[in-house]
């Protein structure tokens, strides 16, 4: 499969509980340098073997191999520690799918919340969670306070109202409506904050005091029909000035193409599409291993249509649940 880590976890163990289908899941990152599960890939199932209920077996840290057998939960409210700087908006991810047939779900997650190799909670807060809220999803961020790496510290408050998934049509993307973005800074000068803003064109600074030191900065581009979001995170040595580069030349990567949605959007949102009644669109400049991995591994589980061809340079992606 095109990304053999923790997204094949993740999502396996997500459709495995919704759809009631036992799994084995063998040779986990077994191309990486750090073999098997990874903290923060142990605590995502663990949490939705506990809130989905069913038997878990190889969920520790350096597992290669994982067996889940689902059961039934009555389950609605549950704590998650992912331990240090693991990443919240992952783990959240996964458990966002498995509980999509309970009518709530509230959840507390301690970890990260703006790491690398990550959406930030920011990017969840912004596009994903507005994105499928149009689907049918009902999401509030109750509360949230920064981690970074690597004490971590961050912890998300969020509660969960799924409903019947319909589809989204993203084909295209509408006027442009707006333009902006947070930058953040926790145990820093304010300065710092100020430096970002000036730099990237962001119109609000977040300044907080945390168990971990961080900065970084979220932008984004609205349109009628889409948003696009990109994350830039600061880290030692790294000037203001080249977080607000890192962060405007993404955003110009992504709106200069012909795309509806960005390339993490994609790999987010294509889970939903599967799922919800009618089909889905959207237009993505390039198609990631992340998403590969998912159109090769979701087909597995359900029956789906997956069309995809040029349209000026960029990749249009049908989604046609076969129900």
């Given at each position: 499969?095109?990304?053999?880590?923790?997204?094949?976890?993740?999502?396996?163990?997500?459709?495995?509980?919704?759809?009631?289908?036992?799994?084995?899941?063998?040779?986990?990152?077994?191309?990486?340098?750090?073999?098997?599960?990874?903290?923060?890939?142990?605590?995502?199932?663990?949490?939705?073997?506990?809130?989905?209920?069913?038997?878990l077996e190889g969920a520790f840290t350096g597992s290669e191999e994982l067996r889940y057998s689902p059961g039934?939960?009555?389950?609605?409210?549950?704590?998650?520690?992912?331990?240090?700087?693991?990443?919240?908006?992952?783990?959240?991810?996964?458990?966002?799918?498995?509980?999509?047939?309970?009518?709530?779900?509230?959840?507390?997650?301690?970890?990260?919340?703006?790491?690398?190799?990550?959406?930030?909670?920011?990017?969840?807060?912004?596009?994903?969670?507005?994105?499928?809220?149009?689907?049918?999803?009902?999401?509030t961020l109750n509360d949230f306070a920064r981690g970074f790496h690597p004490q971590g510290g961050g912890m998300?408050?969020?509660?969960?109202?799924?409903?019947?998934?319909?589809?989204?049509?993203?084909?295209?993307?509408?006027?442009?409506?707006?333009?902006?973005?947070?930058?953040?800074?926790?145990?820093?000068?304010?300065?710092?904050?100020?430096?970002?803003?000036?730099?990237?064109?962001?119109?609000?600074?977040?300044?907080?005091?945390?168990?971990?030191?961080?900065?970084?900065?979220?932008?984004?581009?609205?349109?009628?029909?889409?948003?696009?979001?990109?994350?830039?995170?600061?880290?030692?040595?790294?000037?203001?000035?080249?977080?607000?580069?890192?962060?405007?030349?993404?955003?110009?990567?992504?709106?200069?193409?012909?795309?509806?949605?960005?390339?993490?959007?994609?790999?987010?949102?294509?889970?939903?599409?599967?799922?919800?009644?009618?089909?889905?669109?959207?237009?993505?400049?390039?198609?990631?291993?992340?998403?590969?991995?998912?159109?090769?591994?979701?087909?597995?589980?359900?029956?789906?249509?997956?069309?995809?061809?040029?349209?000026?340079?960029?990749?249009?992606?049908?989604?046609?649940?076969?129900?």
């Open positions: 499969m095109g990304e053999g880590g923790g997204q094949i976890v993740r999502t396996s163990m997500a459709f495995s509980a919704l759809l009631d289908e036992e799994i084995t899941i063998t040779n986990i990152r077994a191309n990486r340098s750090k073999k098997g599960l990874r903290p923060q890939h142990v605590a995502a199932v663990s949490a939705i073997a506990s809130i989905c209920g069913g038997e039934d939960s009555e389950l609605q409210d549950y704590t998650i520690d992912v331990g240090t700087a693991g990443s919240i908006p992952l783990v959240l991810q996964a458990c966002m799918l498995a509980v999509l047939k309970k009518p709530h779900m509230h959840l507390k997650v301690y970890g990260g919340t703006n790491v690398y190799y990550s959406p930030s909670i920011d990017y969840c807060e912004y596009v994903i969670f507005p994105f499928l809220e149009r689907m049918g999803y009902n999401i998300v408050d969020i509660s969960l109202s799924p409903g019947p998934l319909k589809s989204i049509d993203l084909s295209c993307r509408g006027e442009l409506l707006n333009e902006g973005g947070i930058c953040y800074i926790q145990n820093l000068p304010y300065k710092i904050g100020e430096r970002l803003k000036t730099m990237s064109g962001a119109d609000v600074i977040q300044s907080s005091n945390g168990i971990s030191d961080g900065a970084g900065l979220f932008l984004y581009t609205e349109y009628e029909n889409t948003v696009f979001g990109v994350d830039a995170l600061g880290r030692k040595g790294l000037s203001s000035e080249k977080v607000a580069s890192m962060g405007i030349d993404a955003m110009k990567q992504e709106i200069n193409s012909e795309g509806t949605i960005d390339m993490h959007a994609a790999d987010q949102l294509f889970p939903y599409m599967v799922l919800a009644e009618g089909t889905s669109r959207f237009k993505v400049r390039k198609i990631s291993n992340h998403l590969y991995t998912l159109m090769d591994l979701i087909p597995k589980f359900v029956d789906v249509q997956c069309n995809i061809s040029d349209d000026s340079g960029c990749f249009l992606v049908e989604v046609k649940p076969q129900k």
